[in-house]
């Protein structure tokens, strides 16, 4: 498997970047970590109000799993990347966890304090 995505991507040869199927898992993760910003922006402004929706969670996830796999099993295995995106995985999956706790899977679902004591 690591051969065929070690291999650069030869009809992106135009292009003069030398990608591989590596490369793009880690712009891929890259561009849904980065991504999940313009996501909560547009939440938080048709909310009118700060939000953070939980496809902001799922998006760190992802994207933070996609650039730790890049770091750890390409050829570049920069430790320095790998700590980068460490830390973000196991915060956004915690906090991932939180919002699921909190307010279910139904996503529209606002659990407050007092009808949590009332179950």
Do not use: C
Not at 66 to 74: G, H, I, K, N, R
Request: charged content about 15%; proline content about 4%; cysteine-free.
């Amino acid at each position: 498997m690591d051969a065929w995505l070690s291999a650069p991507i030869d009809w992106l040869d135009w292009t003069g970047v030398h990608v591989t199927g590596w490369k793009l898992i880690g712009y891929t993760g890259a561009l849904m970590f980065g991504g999940r910003w313009l996501v909560q922006f547009l939440a938080s402004r048709r909310a009118g109000r700060p939000v953070i929706p939980r496809l902001f969670w799922y998006m760190s996830v992802i994207g933070s799993l996609m650039t730790l796999s890049y770091f750890t099993f390409s050829p570049k295995q920069d430790s320095v990347g790998v700590l980068q995106n460490l830390f973000p995985t196991f915060t956004a999956l915690y906090s991932l966890y939180l919002d699921i706790q909190h307010r279910g899977w139904r996503r529209d679902k606002v659990v407050t304090g007092e009808a949590r004591h009332g179950e």
